[in-house]
């Protein structure tokens, strides 16, 4: 079956607050992750390797960094007519109102989208991470003749409340969505039980925010209705005007970087020997800006389960159960375990004071911690364990889910103890 070509958006998302002090400068898709990427490289990365190259971010708050990166990341050649372009919030002679949700967002970017040629439009979350060819999805759609197609996967009941719970025939066709149910069993949907735990575990259908329609049906909707949210507002609305909507299951990994705690997860998981979300792939790699960095010089330093970016000088440090992100500089007898630094967006200068520029100093200890860009930790801070105490925020750093992260751009002085 030829697969068309489709018209991709991507959701910058909202305040973020649950990702609280990352988003403190910068929308949650600009997060940096893995070391050398950022969030929004995922769903691009996807489209690229499926083919789809016309793609929209729709962007609205602390947008700035995330822009910046697109315009240095995602250039394409003169004769692909690829492109990744941003498209913010703007004021209209009509409204001078900000983004009411997705499907809101959508609306107010279709002057914008009118006479795009595509006969469909995929709809991405900017700020979840797996890997999915999008041709199988919209094969699948074309082939049910589907006015509206949405990803799912088997979740256990305690994910299912976070989440979109899905009611569909054996066909796939859905009959009814219900976003973040307060008792997952009182809705008489049908489970399945989890083939990955000893005990059977109910599991149910979910929504995974990957939404593909066509784009007249779409359209028309949006100019039709007051909408804001594809779950809550428009699939249901389809639904009741009988229009086809599917669900297309989605088996591989799948995990929404929502909150502290997910963020530091998904990235613990990157070290352990077969990681379920794998970066080492030829066919579905990961695509993010070139820097043209030097390779990472480490002297004298004991590694074991690390992730280096690129850049990086680290000298007679213990590493464990850590990522070092780009352009990171580590000195002696430091000790990083469990912890994620994210790197720094430019390289200590060594003709200014050391204690002004960022970099990891001398005898500096950190545990289960998240250390956000262009931090400068001078010699001998201890940052410990913080698993039993309980969430809060100082002026530095937060404590979240028994995880310290210390603020962007921040200088703790020597001896500093968290």
Same mark, same amino acid.
């Given at each position: 079956m030829d697969i068309p070509d489709c018209l991709v958006l991507i959701l910058g998302g909202g305040r973020g607050t649950r990702l609280f002090p990352l988003t403190l400068e910068r929308s949650k898709p600009a997060i940096g992750f893995a070391g050398k990427y950022r969030l929004i490289?995922?769903?691009?990365?996807?489209?690229?390797?499926?083919?789809?190259?016309?793609?929209?971010?729709?962007?609205?708050f602390l947008s700035a960094s995330l822009h910046a990166h697109i315009m240095h990341t995602y250039r394409f050649d003169n004769f692909s007519k690829g492109f990744v372009e941003i498209l913010s919030a703007e004021q209209s002679h009509k409204s001078s109102e900000w983004f009411q949700g997705p499907a809101d967002a959508v609306r107010r970017v279709l002057n914008h989208l009118r006479n795009m040629p595509q006969e469909y439009v995929l709809i991405l979350s900017g700020d979840h991470l797996y890997k999915m060819d999008y041709r199988k999805m919209a094969g699948f759609h074309i082939k049910k003749e589907a006015d509206a197609t949405v990803a799912s996967i088997f979740v256990n009941e305690d994910e299912a409340a976070r989440m979109g719970v899905l009611d569909c025939t054996a066909s796939g066709r859905l009959r009814r969505?219900?976003?973040?149910?307060?008792?997952?069993?009182?809705?008489?949907?049908?489970?399945?039980?989890?083939?990955?735990?000893?005990?059977p575990v109910s599991q149910y259908y979910a929504s995974m925010g990957v939404y593909?329609?066509?784009?007249?049906?779409?359209?028309?909707?949006?100019?039709?209705?007051?909408?804001?949210?594809?779950?809550?507002?428009?699939?249901?609305?389809?639904?009741?005007?009988?229009?086809?909507?599917?669900?297309?299951?989605?088996?591989?990994?799948?995990?929404?970087?929502?909150?502290?705690?997910?963020?530091? !997860?998904? $990235?613990?998981?990157? &070290?352990?020997?077969?990681?379920?979300? +794998?970066?080492?792939?030829? #066919?579905?790699? @990961?695509?993010?800006?070139?820097?043209?960095?030097?390779?990472?010089?480490?002297?004298?330093?004991?590694?074991?389960?690390?992730?280096?970016?690129?850049?990086?000088?680290?000298?007679?440090?213990?590493? !464990?159960? $850590?990522?070092?992100? &780009?352009?990171?500089?580590?000195?002696? +007898?430091?000790?990083?375990? #469990?912890?994620? @630094?994210?790197?720094?967006?430019?390289?200590?200068?060594?003709?200014?004071?050391?204690?002004?520029?960022?970099?990891?100093?001398?005898?500096?200890?950190?545990?289960?911690?998240?250390?956000d860009k262009n931090v400068n930790i001078c010699d001998f801070c201890h940052i410990t364990d913080k698993r039993n105490a309980p969430n809060s925020d100082g002026d530095y750093y937060c404590v979240r889910d028994g995880i310290t992260i210390i603020r962007r751009g921040i200088n703790l002085a020597a001896h500093t103890v968290i």
């Open positions: 490289d995922i769903p691009v990365s996807n489209c690229i390797n499926s083919g789809f190259n016309k793609i929209f971010v729709l962007t609205q969505i219900i976003e973040k149910p307060l008792n997952v069993k009182r809705l008489k949907i049908k489970s399945k039980s989890g083939k990955k735990t000893k005990a593909l329609f066509k784009k007249d049906v779409l359209f028309d909707i949006l100019l039709r209705t007051k909408a804001a949210d594809f779950g809550t507002h428009i699939l249901p609305w389809m639904l009741k005007k009988k229009n086809k909507v599917y669900t297309f299951e989605f088996k591989d990994y799948w995990r929404d970087i929502g909150t502290i705690k997910s963020y530091y !997860e998904a $990235s613990m998981d990157l &070290l352990a020997n077969n990681p379920e979300f +794998n970066l080492f792939d030829d #066919d579905c790699g @990961i695509v993010t800006r070139a820097r043209f960095l030097p390779p990472s010089k480490i002297s004298e330093t004991f590694l074991k389960n690390a992730i280096i970016a690129d850049g990086c000088q680290i000298k007679n440090a213990n590493i !464990e159960n $850590s990522i070092i992100g &780009l352009r990171s500089k580590i000195m002696e +007898n430091t000790r990083i375990k #469990d912890s994620i @630094i994210i790197g720094n967006d430019y390289y200590h200068n060594t003709s200014a004071k050391v204690n002004t520029h960022p970099h990891i100093g001398k005898g500096v200890t950190i545990e289960r911690a998240i250390i």
